[in-house]
């Protein structure tokens, strides 16, 4: 069953299986923009990234308004 501290969607412990625990905590399918899946857990992009695949400001797949791509970096 599912885990939680609460009676509300943001409430959540775990998450069942495919799903993720979001910054917000609540299970969905997938992380919101703004963070990765780190197991089943969603995870805040570095402070350079728009979207990231992991923690680190090399880690970006997309950047915020006014900032360019480079090696992977904003």
């Known amino acids: 069953g599912l885990h939680c501290n609460g009676k509300t969607a943001e409430n959540c412990l775990e ?3 495919n799903m993720f625990l979001t910054l917000n905590n609540s299970c969905e399918s997938e992380c919101k923009q703004g963070s990765y899946a780190n197991y089943s857990k969603c995870v ?5 990234c728009l979207n990231c ?3 680190f400001a090399n880690n970006c797949s997309a950047c915020p308004i006014g900032y360019y791509m480079e090696n ?3």
Do not use: D, F
Request: glycine content about 8%; hydrophobic content about 0%.
């Open 15 to 17: 998450c069942p299986k």
């Open 44 to 48: 805040s992009c570095n402070e350079n």
């Open 53 to 55: 695949s992991g923690p």
């Open 72 to 74: 992977s970096s904003c």
